[in-house]
């Protein structure tokens, strides 16, 4: 027999989104497996309460669940079929609906006679991936379980180039459905900037000044990358195809080394009389202005 959902939380149908909180959380505790391991009748109440509050303590299920009452998770069907009969207790009466004649096929679509449909149980839960695995994909093993279904072991593939924060539905039977929400870990060579990838190379001053090479790391190796004379600190260089890949795509993105000069730490009497006679050379000579902004880079593989 069908149950009313405000009724289990033991609230009215024009209880606010804080009041629905605060009876479900009250009879968690209450009835919560780990306070009543020896109590069947606790531990099927405390599932029956989550399902109450997975559903009206969602605004639009709630919604959902007012205009159509045990039918909600048909509520698309039934909106674009134009409406339907109502049943005296209330939501749609989808045996009027799809004819009511015994072996019409409604039992099968909706996987129960009468208009009674399982409930689907639903997990959510966080899967933290390195960058290197958003590089390459992964495949994660992950537990679900309750206290009255045991525990099933379930993989999901996590797709190259994944955004975090992307949320991933799975379905591995008609009575469940689970939400990972995919958590990329910080990086420390790297900043993630959706495909694209930015990095910091150290280059000495005497390369920026006359031009040298210098090493960058990429996803799959270090390439060596020509800094040409009088590269100013900050410049970006752009190595195309280097970043992540697109998700649903053969593309990647790209990488930008920005260029950070080093100084010396300490000069030699020949250093220091070399730096002043260049700042002498330099103060007699108009002053030169050189190219800033992002170029593409003129590489090479180490």
């Given at each position: 027999?069908a149950?009313?959902?405000?009724?289990m939380?033991?609230?009215?149908?024009?209880?606010?989104d804080?009041?629905?909180k605060a009876a479900?959380?009250k009879?968690?505790r209450?009835l919560?497996?780990?306070v009543?391991?020896?109590?069947?009748?606790a531990?099927?109440q405390?599932?029956?309460?989550?399902?109450?509050?997975?559903?009206?303590?969602?605004?639009?299920?709630r919604k959902?669940y007012?205009?159509f009452?045990?039918n909600w998770?048909?509520?698309?069907?039934?909106r674009?079929m134009?409406g339907g009969?109502r049943s005296p207790?209330?939501?749609?009466?989808?045996?009027?609906?799809f004819?009511?004649?015994?072996?019409?096929g409604?039992?099968?679509?909706?996987?129960?006679?009468?208009?009674n449909?399982p409930?689907?149980a639903?997990h959510e839960?966080?899967?933290?991936v390195s960058?290197?695995?958003v590089?390459?994909?992964v495949t994660?093993?992950?537990s679900?379980g309750t206290?009255?279904?045991?525990q099933r072991?379930?993989?999901?593939q996590?797709?190259?180039?994944?955004?975090d924060?992307?949320?991933?539905?799975?379905?591995?039977d008609?009575?469940?459905e689970?939400?990972?929400?995919?958590?990329?870990?910080?990086?420390?060579?790297?900043?993630?900037?959706d495909?694209n990838?930015?990095?910091?190379?150290?280059?000495?001053?005497?390369?920026?000044?006359?031009?040298g090479?210098v090493e960058?790391?990429?996803?799959d190796?270090?390439?060596v990358?020509r800094v040409?004379?009088?590269?100013?600190n900050?410049?970006s260089?752009?190595?195309?195809?280097k970043?992540?890949?697109?998700?649903?795509s053969?593309e990647f993105?790209?990488?930008?080394?920005?260029?950070?000069?080093r100084?010396?730490?300490?000069?030699s009497e020949?250093?220091e009389?070399?730096?002043?006679k260049l700042?002498d050379?330099?103060?007699?000579?108009p002053e030169?202005?050189?190219?800033?902004?992002?170029?593409d880079?003129?590489?090479?593989?180490t």
């Amino acid at each position: 027999m069908a149950q009313n959902y405000y009724n289990m939380l033991g609230i009215s149908k024009n209880a606010s989104d804080k009041d629905i909180k605060a009876a479900y959380r009250k009879l968690a505790r209450k009835l919560h497996p780990d306070v009543n391991p020896e109590d069947p009748r606790a531990q099927e109440q405390f599932k029956r309460v989550n399902e109450a509050y997975e559903v009206i303590g969602d605004p639009v299920r709630r919604k959902d669940y007012d205009q159509f009452g045990d039918n909600w998770k048909h509520a698309d069907q039934m909106r674009n079929m134009g409406g339907g009969f109502r049943s005296p207790g209330g939501g749609l009466n989808l045996g009027d609906l799809f004819g009511g004649a015994r072996g019409s096929g409604f039992e099968n679509l909706f996987g129960g006679r009468n208009g009674n449909i399982p409930n689907r149980a639903r997990h959510e839960g966080t899967v933290e991936v390195s960058l290197d695995e958003v590089y390459t994909g992964v495949t994660r093993r992950i537990s679900i379980g309750t206290t009255m279904a045991g525990q099933r072991n379930l993989e999901v593939q996590i797709p190259k180039g994944v955004l975090d924060g992307r949320r991933i539905r799975l379905r591995p039977d008609a009575s469940t459905e689970i939400t990972i929400t995919v958590k990329v870990c910080l990086d420390k060579r790297f900043t993630r900037q959706d495909a694209n990838l930015r990095v910091d190379v150290t280059v000495p001053l005497l390369d920026v000044i006359l031009g040298g090479e210098v090493e960058v790391p990429t996803m799959d190796g270090r390439i060596v990358l020509r800094v040409p004379p009088a590269t100013q600190n900050g410049r970006s260089f752009k190595i195309k195809g280097k970043g992540l890949p697109i998700m649903n795509s053969e593309e990647f993105g790209d990488l930008y080394a920005t260029i950070k000069v080093r100084l010396p730490d300490s000069l030699s009497e020949d250093e220091e009389d070399l730096y002043n006679k260049l700042r002498d050379i330099r103060a007699g000579l108009p002053e030169t202005r050189s190219g800033t902004g992002i170029n593409d880079a003129e590489l090479r593989h180490t």
